[in-house]
């Protein structure tokens, strides 16, 4: 599993920020440190609370000038209506392969709902050497990260 001290895996993935756009990891650390919120999909309960939280909490995040974007299966498009009707400043990425959910090995699966392949809800915070300085994965799919901790992780590797 991906873990704190690893080079975050580098990934280009659809990004949906009112349009669709390209997103390559390894360009953008110049914004870092650089949040990476994966979740398990858009429109569900907790996962519109937590990007609901972020967008809450972003002032927190750009004071240190961190950047925030979450991470989910969905389509880009899905993700722009997602991020329209909750009124989101980030950018959200779509890993409508799985890909990027596969590097950070945070592949979780529904059987019983027979949904398979999202993502566990995890976040990551990546510092401009491209080095993972904060990792926190979630097993159970309905807790949410502490919000406290990921703000200091993105303040410490400021």
Sequence with gaps: MTATGDAAPDFTAPLANGDVD???LEERLDEAPIVLAFFPGAFTGVCTNEMCTFQDRLSAFEDVDAAVYG???D???ALNEFRDQNDLEFGLVSDFNGEIIDEYDVEMHFDDLGVYGV????????DGDGEITYSWVSDDPGVEPDYDEVEAAAEEAA
């Design 22 to 24: 390209s997103f390559t």
């Design 71 to 73: 991470v989910s299966r």
């Design 75 to 77: 389509s880009p498009f």
């Design 119 to 126: 993502a566990k809800r995890s976040v990551f915070v990546v």
